[in-house]
């Protein structure tokens, strides 16, 4: 018996199309996997598979462009009498031989562009005869040595004349400034290609490259099969593939078409939120398009749960952290911060797996992120609630040395835990360990001032503090090293004045060494810190000082200055035997000179001469005055009156002087007067000229050389 063979071929398509349906549903499966959603949850959530055999077709259009253009050359030496109008450009390009064209429409006429005037309106200055200066910019200042200053190549005014043109025109170059051309028309003839396309938007999808022209001839990259390639005429071309024309220019000269022909898919599946379809074409299945909002939706609802967890986690180990600073530390955050984001991204699962819909749901995908959430929820719990700081492993970090972590601890047990009284032995021990450690005094002192929590710990280390104080105070060399501790603070009065008799003592010895160089300089820098930390011994360095100045002024015989040095020391307190010597020596230079001046003034031929020597006498004997030294010959009383009676007498001689002297000044003046009043009569007079020497000349008839010429 022989087959049938429309049974046969029947059966082949069957075959066919079953075989491209389960290549569509792996394709389908693989393009769900961008949605989060699994191969195998897929085929089960699938309600209906549909093969059908789709069509699409394209065309290549052919579309050519005309367009009616005018061309020009200069016609040089034409007459105005030989122009004619120029060539009329309203023609349909299409209705003209393109090759005839350009010699029926010449002609001879006026330039169009300058119309026959020749010249034509300048580019540069656009007519108005005036360009930017591109010295300034046109702001017409420019910078200077001083500052900004005038431009100098437009004067300020920011532009300036344009050199390209006169009168704002220039010469036409379309015509060579002849005002005729030469014009006709062409037609300017374009043609590009169009792809259109029609039929199954699924099978197009696939197709890559199906608006490239030259994708007409790659046959072995077609999706689908060619089933129908020809060339058609203009009108043959159907509606839907028609291209799109600008009716005045464009025609179309021909098309090609090619219509393609396969097998299509659409594979439905329904999930809790909805139905999706995806839509499958091509001899190799592709998935390009994907309808309906179910995925998408259950992407965005498993994404919003998870923010939301996230956003609750981050809220949660904030306030874990903001507890206290030792959750912040050392406390167990990181793993609360771990089991918080295992919850988050169990809880984003669920929801997905609760969005496929009930035709997915197995017990373990169901389980698996739901123990997995809970079991994370409890642990992030027990961490939240049962973290808590440790006095025993406070007191631990102590002992190995790590203060500032113990405190830490120390500090949150005494704030969060019932424990208060050892957490706030333990801060308390913390505190002297710190004490003991200190590198310096005023250290010690700070950390003993620091607050404590037992009276009796608080006592012990102010006494601690005042003896490393003191201990230090003893071991100091010098007043370098005594001054940074006297600025410290004592807990005890007693430890205070045995503390204040040390620094005493340090600057009593630093004056005695001083003092013992005989300079004053070393005492000077010595007195503000002095003033500040004993101000007790202030007096004593003045009286040194005062004392080197007395001996500084007697060995320089300056004894006015003795004598002010010696009265600051009295001032100072200082004893008279310290001073006498220079004051007795003073007293007997100046006893002395204060007698000759009286033996001068004595002595003295003139009232001024006895009245200067007398000031020096009454100067003298103010300064003994000054020194506590009593001369009963130089009496201050009575040498003021002397010298006072001595001026008068000195004051009445030099007016007596100056009187004599004026009268004879003016008695040579009236001599003078009298000789030249003599000589002028002597001299005898012209009124025609005057010689250079003073004589008289010949009376307008010359001058002898020898008198120097004529000078008036």
Not at 326 to 342: E, K, R, V
Not at 449 to 476: I, K, M, Q, S
Request: proline share 4%; aromatic share 4%; net charge negative.
């Amino acid at each position: 018996m022989s087959a049938d063979p429309d049974r046969g071929g029947s059966e082949d398509a069957a075959s066919t199309r079953a075989a491209y349906e389960a290549t569509a549903v792996a394709c389908a499966a693989t393009r769900a996997r961008s949605y989060l959603l699994m191969p195998s949850v897929f085929r089960r959530s699938i309600v209906g598979v549909d093969v059908t055999t789709e069509r699409y077709a394209r065309a290549l259009s052919t579309i050519e462009h005309r367009a009616v253009d005018l061309q020009t050359t200069p016609a040089v030496g034409a007459r105005k009498a030989q122009r004619s109008a120029a060539p009329d450009m309203d023609v349909d390009p299409w209705s003209v031989e393109p090759d005839a064209l350009p010699e029926t429409s010449r002609v001879t006429c006026a330039c169009p562009t300058c119309s026959g005037a020749k010249r034509v309106t300048c580019s540069v200055c656009d007519g108005t005869q005036r360009v930017t200066c591109a010295g300034c910019g046109g702001t017409g200042r420019v910078m200077g040595k001083r500052g900004t200053k005038n431009c100098p190549t437009c004067r300020g005014n920011g532009d300036r004349k344009c050199q390209e043109c006169r009168s704002g025109l220039v010469a036409c170059a379309d015509c060579d400034e002849s005002g005729s051309v030469e014009a006709w028309l062409v037609v300017r003839q374009v043609r590009r290609e169009v792809v259109t396309t029609s039929g199954s938007v699924a099978a197009r999808a696939v197709h890559s490259r199906i608006d490239r022209p030259d994708d007409f001839e790659a046959r072995d990259t077609f999706q689908s099969v060619l089933v129908h390639d020809e060339r058609l005429a203009a009108g043959a071309l159907p509606a839907e593939l028609t291209p799109d024309l600008d009716p005045p220019a464009d025609r179309l000269v021909g098309a090609r078409v090619q219509v393609f022909e396969g097998l299509a898919a659409r594979v439905s599946i329904r999930l809790a939120l909805g139905t999706a379809s995806f839509h499958i074409a091509g001899l190799r299945p592709v998935c390009r398009q994907v309808e309906g909002g179910a995925l998408s939706r259950r992407l965005a609802l498993g994404v919003a749960t998870a923010a939301m967890a996230a956003a609750a986690s981050v809220a949660l180990v904030s306030a874990f952290v903001s507890r206290h600073a030792w959750f912040a530390t050392d406390g167990p955050w990181p793993a609360l911060a771990t089991a918080l984001a295992i919850g988050t991204l169990t809880a984003g699962a669920l929801s997905l797996v609760l969005a496929e819909g009930r035709a997915t749901w197995t017990p373990l995908r169901i389980l698996i992120p739901l123990a997995a959430t809970m079991l994370t929820s409890v642990t992030a719990a027990t961490i939240y609630f049962g973290a808590r700081p440790s006095v025993a492993h406070a007191a631990s970090l102590a002992d190995s040395g790590d203060l500032d972590r113990a405190v830490t601890e120390a500090d949150a047990a005494r704030s969060l835990t019932p424990d208060r009284v050892a957490a706030e032995a333990v801060l308390d021990r913390v505190h002297r360990t710190r004490m003991e450690r200190a590198q310096s005094t005023a250290d010690t002192v700070h950390w003993a001032l620091e607050p404590w929590f037992d009276p009796t710990r608080e006592a012990e280390a102010h006494a601690y503090a005042d003896r490393e104080h003191l201990d230090r105070l003893r071991a100091a060399r010098d007043i370098d090293d005594v001054e940074p501790l006297a600025s410290i603070r004592w807990f005890d009065a007693t430890n205070a004045t045995e503390g204040d008799a040390i620094i005493h003592s340090a600057f009593d010895r630093a004056i005695s060494v001083d003092s013992a160089t005989g300079e004053g300089a070393a005492l000077r820098a010595l007195r503000p810190r002095v003033a500040a930390l004993a101000p007790d011994l202030v007096p004593r360095i003045d009286r040194q000082l005062a004392l080197f100045a007395i001996e500084s002024c007697r060995v320089s015989h300056d004894w006015s200055c003795v004598a002010a040095r010696i009265a600051d020391a009295r001032a100072a307190g200082a004893p008279e035997e310290t001073w006498l010597a220079a004051r007795d020596e003073a007293a007997a230079t100046v006893r002395a000179a204060g007698r000759t001046a009286l033996s001068a003034a004595t002595a003295a031929g003139g009232a001024q001469a006895r009245a200067t020597h007398l000031h020096e006498a009454l100067d003298d004997a103010q300064l003994l005055t000054s020194l506590h030294v009593v001369d009963p010959a130089l009496d201050p009383v009575a040498l003021a009156a002397r010298v006072a009676t001595a001026d008068a007498s000195a004051q009445q001689e030099a007016e007596r002087r100056q009187h004599e002297a004026d009268a004879t000044a003016e008695r040579r003046q009236r001599a003078a007067k009298r000789e030249t009043r003599e000589r002028e009569a002597e001299r005898p007079r012209c009124s025609a000229c005057t010689c250079c020497d003073g004589s008289c000349g010949c009376c307008g008839q010359g001058c002898c050389s020898h008198h120097h010429g004529i000078c008036g």
